[in-house]
């Protein structure tokens, strides 16, 4: 089981990576986040691949398709800022700045071209 991080790990995230110019989704790793996805995100959220966990009693949160194509609301500072603070359900779990990258990267891999 993931361990909780201390939150002060997820706050100093830069938003560019200061070795490539990139975003910093651009260098998550969205394949590392499946995990993360699998054992925290797939019960709430509508997620394209994972329809088959997800408890249909519990609805209400945004798809993870709707994060990735509409990059003008969901912007990636707006899924930074959710993501370093525990939100309901998921209580305690606090996510590192790795974990973040890796989500955010996993998201903007959903996106429609």
């Excluded at 490539?20 to 394949?31: E, I, K, L, N, Y």
């Excluded at 974990?99 to 996106?111: E, Q, S, V």
């Amino acid at each position: 089981m993931r361990r909780a991080l201390v939150a002060a790990v997820a706050i100093g995230i830069a938003a560019v990576s200061p070795t490539t110019g990139r975003s910093t989704a651009a260098v998550g790793d969205a394949q590392a986040a499946r995990s993360i996805v699998v054992q925290y995100c797939v019960r709430r959220h509508r997620v394209p691949g994972f329809e088959s966990f997800r408890d249909r009693a519990m609805t209400g949160a945004p798809a993870f398709d709707e994060f990735a194509n509409h990059p003008g609301v969901y912007t990636e500072d707006r899924l930074r800022s959710f993501l370093r603070q525990p939100h309901f359900p998921m209580g305690g779990l606090i996510l590192s700045r790795q974990d973040i990258n890796g989500l955010i990267a996993f998201i903007t891999n959903l996106r429609r071209h």
